[in-house]
Every structure is written in C-alpha cells, then in structure tokens.
C-alpha cells in the first residue's frame, strides 16, 4: 500500500494503548486541506487533545486555500458533551461545517477520519482514511485498546484503490448529508443540554470512563480570589485589579467570578486573538449552558451571552454602539497592563458592568500605578509569581545573566523606546554571536528548550546554526512564527516527544500557550519591558513531570535598556563587588530559585547606576524602557517617589512639557504648547482638599465636554455614579452631615446643590484664571479646542486626574 505524507511510517493497524491513534491524528491534521470528521460521540477530554491544531491549521497563512472541515457527531445516548460542541460552534472559517446526528430511536456507531491533500487546483493528490473503534475522547485517543485501520491513496494509485477511497468519502458525505443531520449551533445545545440524559451514562459503563466525567473546580489561590472579589463587591466596588502570576489561572478565576455573580452576559476583551481563542475555551467549561461566541475582524457574534472579543475592533465607536452600555454584567480586560492604551479606554469609558474586571500577571506596584486607577485604585487580590512558586504551583527557576559580549548595543539606534529592528537583526545574526549562545546553552541546558528570538530571518539563523552543530549529537533545532514550515502545535509535540531539543520562536508564544514541559528558557533578544520578560519566563514556569525547576539563560548587553533586570531580580548594585559575579540562592524570587549573573554585568550595572537618574528626561527614558511603553503620570510618581513632580516642573515646567519632549508626535506636541497653562495650572497642579475637582473634570471627560459640553444635571449624575465605584473616596470625603446627607438622597436633589456649591461653583468662580463657565445651563471649558485636539487634550487630562487620584488616595 503506498505511502500517504499525511501518514506517519506505520503499519496500517493502530491499536491503542502503546500504540496511540492521536499521533496519526495530529500529524495528518496538520498536513490535510480537507477534513472529515465521523464519530459517535466527542468529549471534551478528546477535543482538547485536537484542538489546538485545528486552531493552528485553520489560522496558519501558508495554505494558498482555506481548510475544509467538516465534522460529524450526535447525540446517541446524550455521550457528547455541551462543553465540547461549544467548543466545536467556535471554530472559525468559510468552510467550517459543523453537524450533530439526532438519532431518536436509532443508534449511530461511526468512527471515521478522513484527510486529503490537494494542489493549487484543488485536485485531491493523496489521501488517509482511519476507521475503526475510536470516538473522540481521552482514553479512546490514547491509551484505551482501540482498533483502527488506515486506508490511503495517492494520486497515481491503482483505480480500485481510487475507486475504494473515493468510495468512502461519498459515504461519509450521504451520512454528512442525511436529514438527521443538523447544523450545530447554540439554539441547538439549548435544547440539548435539558433533553439529554445524564442517567444513561449508566447504561455505558464501558463508553465513559470515570476519569471522563469532568468538572472544574477553583484551586485553593482562586477560592481565595473569589471570595476577596465578593467581598469587594460587597463594599461597593464596580472595578477591580487582580494580580495572578503567569500559570496561576487569571482566565479561570474570570469564569468561576463571572458563574458566582450570576452574570447573564460576558464580555472579555484581549489584544490577541490566540488569546480570546483559549478564553472562549476556559469559559465554555465552566459555563457550558452559555453561549460564545467572537467580536473581532473575522466575526460579529453580538447576541452570545458569553463574547469574546479583540479591543482593536469593538473600542471603534461604531462597534461600541451596537451594544448599550449596560449590555453585559460581567467585563474582563485580560492583559490589562495594556489598559493606558485609547483602545481600552475608549471601551472602559462606554460600557458600564455591574462590575470590570482587570487582569494581570504585572508583579510590582510601580507597573500597577497606571492601571490601578483605572479600576479605581482597588486591587483586590494579587498571587505573583513569587507566591506561586512558595505554593509549588510554579517550579522554582535558575537564572543565568550572561553578558552578551559579541553585541555592542550602544551603537545601535535607540528610538521610541526601542531598538532599531534592522540594525539590531543585523548584529544579531551572526556567527560570532550563535557560537557565544550556543557554548552558553551546552553548559546550561536541560531537555526542552524554548527561545524567543527577534525576527523570523534571527530565529531561522539560530536554528541552522545548532543544526549545524547538532550533526554529531542526535539533536535537533527548528524555527517556529506565523508562516513558518513547522506549526506551533507540530513544534510542541515534537519537543514534547523529545524529536527535537530547540525551538526558536518570535511572538508566538509570549502570551497564553500552555507550555508545561519546557525546562529551559533563552532570551536571545531584549525584550521591551519587564512585563514580557516575565511573560515569557513564565512559560516555563508551570510544573510537570519530572521537571524540578526551569533554567532561565539571558544574554544581557551594554545598554540601560538591560538596568531594570537588577531591580526585578532584587539585586542592590551598590552592594556588589564590582568584577565579580553574583552567585548565590534568591529566596525573595521564591523558594529554591538561584541567580548567577557574569560580573561584566554586574560591573556594567554599577557604571550605569552611577551615571543614570540624574534628571528627569533620564528618569523618563529608563521607566520607558523598564515598563516597555512611555509611562503615565501614575507610573512615573509611583516610580519616583517625588514631591509632587518637583524635578519635572522644575526642568520641564510640566508633566505635559516633558512628554512632549520625550516624543515626536507633532500633534501631542501643538496640543501641549496650545494648552499647557490649563493642563498644569487646572488639573496638574489643582490642589485637591479632597477629591471631587479630579472626580469632576473625570466626568466631564466621560461626557465628551470638549465636543459637547453638559449639563449641569448631567455633569452632577456622571460625577455620582463614578464615586459610587469609589468606595475609598465615599470613606474618605463624605463623612460630615451635610456630605453624607447629599451622597445618601435618592431623590438626587440634595446631591445636586451639594456638588453646585462644591466643586462646580469652584471652577466658576472668577478667579486668576476661570477655566469653565456656564452658558444655558451647560457646563463648557472658558478657551476653545480644535476639533483635532479634542481626543489628545481628553485624553491627557483623563491622565492627570488618574495621578491626582492615585496621589490623594495614598497621601
């Protein structure tokens, strides 16, 4: 029988146990473009195994065509699970066909998987048809005893082997086709999910294995978290920061929180959407009677209870008006480090949940500045990962600085933040520099090793490299990125079967891969920020067999670029020997954790502490490149403990001025110059008794008051409802008669007068400068702003009020 490249070499029986179908499975899903899918039932324990390289094969731009999928299953003694066709109903693409067989009275017994290939014409070239005994399930795909046969073709086989296979594809399209056969979708689960009979299982003893029935449960640090966001609920709060080291389960967390309020719709938002694509997946377990469905550039699924959705589409304003503000009860913002940004802005400053919820694995108060005031200054619950590995839900990790000799970074141009790509790939993909890595990676390395490397041309330069120099040693390097040969899900069981020892990756696994097995960790590129160095040294943090701790080796330059390392790795430069390494245990980075760093860096570092911090642009430039984006007026006094932006005023004249410097935006440059007195003299330096100046300008923000200024009876209504999420402030400014009288009317009108003869008045009075004035009732800004300046000037006073909270609710 010929053999088929959608085949591994094997014999032509599969059988189970040691034997498993799921590696022929998976190799011919990544290599068909066509799949078709018969199986009596699917569980989720199965779909899991498979789904990642559906993902994979159905996103990955290499194909000249779309993949065809279509898949059958039913609904024969109610054995499929709901949570498994939700996950199935979220598989994307033109030519997607998902069905379920009804089969009332009648059984249905199929297992079938059939694959081909074809050219650019769309001529079938070769095929593999497996059929035997497995459904779609754990056991049934790995080590259950199942039979299996494998029939292939090719396209110069006989005719009675063309004619046998083609023969089976038109059978498994009349059943595809059979009236029983009804298109999946949530209306469809709806009604199964009450009509199907959990009693029968039963009566199957022998189909449904114990370990199949699944349910999920919080751990205990997410028991802790749910009640820490209940209590916070309780008291008041409508916003909430929760800190969750990489591998803790942030997205689980989300889903339990979201099933103990009750919430009837969901909306989580991602910059990513691999990201979306397994948080659709982790909230479809724990909410399988719900709906899900995507928002992004591909789908508008606007009516699912659960949507999942990308920031950079729904913050559009045309998208954001397609739901009321009130629409969903429940709002995650994953990531939400990236929170400052104005796509998340725009959608926090619309939607009005019953509560938000902001999600992190950001460790330290100095990244938390910023986006702490955009959850109102509560942190509810923080496990980084420090408390991860104490808990021994993370692996200790040995860090290793290397000085990264064979790199001059100061002779590399430096712009916005970041390196020149073209210049540093350059000076990255060389022979000199791969031989330096590749000494450093022998003395170190474990078994699996993961690499994050620059660019696509830097990680194919690495991987020829240790091919070259894995000739002699039975080990074996690829590259991995979108578009590359080898997919990611192909990649990581190929690491995972030990094929091969390297992957050299760029992008694709920083953010939201489950990665247990890698033990070995190199960063061969800077990276733009603390927080993803920490994201991808916690992709090897999770714990699996017979791995004790991760190996983490970095190659670190002469630049300050690399300086934030120190700070994070709790080392004190001034109490180092300069020209010796550092080597010793690091119990405050966790239990069994160990550092050694090269002492030309450390010697490095001490140079660099000497000369840097010594005026504000200096202070400016090294938080930018620590945090990876130019940092807030919050992350800057957080990080700076200053009175009050005293350097800055000093040598800048303004917070403003000096972000404006720091930048080549001519707009943000014209609006600073055009509004620098207000910016500073009206909200900057504004002194705040108490809080409500900053709580008015946030709802004049909120209200758009630059296009269209409010009413009086609107500015005093968005003032209330955004300290209601202020429980800190209510605590802290309305403790006397009169406040608390105002602040405690359900009619509104004592609040009313209270917040006129406060704050409002305070602006209207006539004074040095009268920055508003009211004309009909309406409350509008004394000066005028260009429509082009409208959303920069919002945007930046939204960030000075962020830093006048932040500064009066720690003061």
Same mark, same amino acid.
């Given at each position: ?24 499975? #998976? ?522 701790? #991760? ?261």
């Amino acid at each position: 029988m010929p053999t088929s490249l959608l085949t591994l070499d094997h014999d032509i029986l599969t059988t189970g146990d040691n034997d498993p179908l799921l590696t022929q499975l #998976l190799h011919a899903i990544n290599h068909a473009s066509e799949i078709e899918i018969a199986v009596s039932f699917i569980r989720q324990s199965g779909f899991e195994l498979i789904k990642q390289a559906l993902l994979d094969v159905l996103e990955n731009k290499r194909h000249h065509h779309s993949l065809k999928l279509r898949i059958l299953t039913s609904d024969y003694l109610g054995i499929t699970e709901p949570v498994a066709l939700r996950g199935l109903l979220a598989l994307e693409g033109e030519d997607v066909q998902i069905k379920v067989f009804e089969t009332d009275k009648q059984s249905f017994h199929m297992k079938s998987y059939l694959f081909v290939r074809t050219n650019d014409e769309g001529t079938v070239t070769e095929g593999s048809a497996f059929i035997g005994s497995n459904n779609i399930s754990r056991p049934a795909l790995t080590n259950a005893h199942e039979w299996t046969l494998r029939y292939d073709y090719k396209a110069n086989s006989d005719s009675h082997t063309q004619q046998q296979f083609f023969n089976i594809r038109q059978k498994f399209n009349a059943i595809f086709e059979h009236p029983n056969a009804k298109t999946l979708s949530d209306e469809w689960i709806d009604a199964y999910i009450p009509r199907r009979q959990q009693p029968a299982l039963k009566d199957i003893t022998l189909a449904v294995t114990e370990e199949e029935i699944t349910e999920y449960w919080p751990n205990l640090a997410q028991e802790e978290a749910l009640t820490a966001l209940n209590i916070t609920r309780l008291n008041g709060y409508e916003r909430g920061l929760v800190v969750m080291g990489t591998g803790m389960g942030k997205t689980f967390l989300a889903a339990f929180d979201a099933q103990q309020m009750k919430a009837k719709r969901v909306l989580f938002i991602a910059h990513r959407e691999e990201i979306l694509s397994q948080a659709l997946s982790t909230f479809a377990k724990v909410h399988p009677d719900k709906s899900s469905g995507y928002y992004h550039g591909k789908a508008k699924e606007a009516e699912k209870d659960l949507l999942f959705a990308s920031v950079q589409t729904i913050s559009k304003e045309t998208h954001l008006n397609q739901f009321a503000p009130d629409h969903f009860d429940y709002v995650v913002i994953d990531e939400f480090h990236h929170a400052s940004a104005s796509t998340y802005q725009n959608v926090l400053n619309y939607f009005e949940p019953t509560f938000l919820l902001g999600l992190t694995a950001t460790p330290e108060r100095t990244d938390q500045a910023n986006i702490l005031a955009l959850c109102h200054n509560n942190l509810v619950f923080e496990r980084n990962l420090v408390h991860g590995i104490d808990e021994k839900i993370l692996v200790p990790f040995h860090y290793y600085g290397i000085w990264d000799d064979s790199v001059d970074y100061q002779a590399i141009p430096w712009r916005n933040g970041k390196f020149d790509p073209e210049a540093l790939e350059n000076q990255f993909a060389t022979q000199k520099r791969a031989a330096h890595i590749f000494k450093h990676w022998q003395t170190h390395q474990q078994q699996r090793t993961l690499a994050f490397c620059m660019s696509k041309r830097h990680a194919d330069y690495m991987a020829d490299y240790f091919n070259t120099h894995f000739a002699q040693q039975n080990k074996k390097a690829i590259a991995v990125y979108s578009g590359s040969k080898v997919l990611r899900n192909e990649a990581l069981t190929q690491l995972d079967n030990g094929d091969i020892d390297v992957i050299f990756s760029v992008d694709l696994f920083n953010e939201g891969t489950d990665l247990p097995s890698i033990d070995t960790v190199m960063m061969l590129r800077p990276t733009e920020s603390n927080i993803v160095f920490l994201q991808q040294l916690g992709r090897g943090l999770r714990r699996h067999q017979d791995k004790t701790h #991760l190996v983490v080796i970095d190659f670190i330059g002469n630049h300050n670029s690399f300086f934030s390392k120190q700070s994070w790795l709790g080392i004190d430069i001034k109490g180092a020997n300069g020209g010796e390494p550092i080597d010793r245990p690091a119990p405050e980075l966790g239990e069994g954790t160990y550092i050694n760093i090269d002492p030309q860096a450390v010697d490095f570092w001490q140079r660099l502490a000497r000369q840097l911090r010594t005026s504000a642009k200096e202070d400016f430039a090294h938080l930018t490149a620590y945090l990876g984006h130019r940092p807030s007026a919050s992350e800057f006094y957080i990080a700076n403990k200053e009175d009050r932006f005293a350097k800055v005023n000093k040598q800048h004249g303004s917070w403003c001025e000096l972000v404006a410097e720091m930048s080549d935006d001519a707009l943000l440059q014209e609006v600073v110059t055009e509004h620098r007195d207000f910016l500073f003299y009206a909200v900057q330096g504004t002194k705040l008794q108490k809080s409500f100046k900053a709580i008015l300008l946030e709802a004049f923000i909120s209200l758009d008051g630059f296009r269209t200024p409010p009413t009086i009876d609107a500015l005093c209504q968005r003032s209330r409802k955004i300290i209601d999420g202020y429980p800190s402030i209510k605590q802290k400014d309305f403790t006397e008669k009169s406040s608390m009288a105002a602040i405690q009317d359900g009619s509104g009108n004592k609040w009313k007068k209270y917040w006129k003869d406060n704050p409002i008045n305070a602006y209207l009075k006539a004074g040095t400068t009268q920055w508003f004035t009211q004309l009909d009732d309406k409350f509008q800004a004394n000066f005028v702003v260009k429509e082009q300046h409208v959303v920069l000037l919002s945007q930046l006073v939204k960030e000075l009020v962020d830093y006048q909270l932040v500064w009066y609710l720690m003061k």
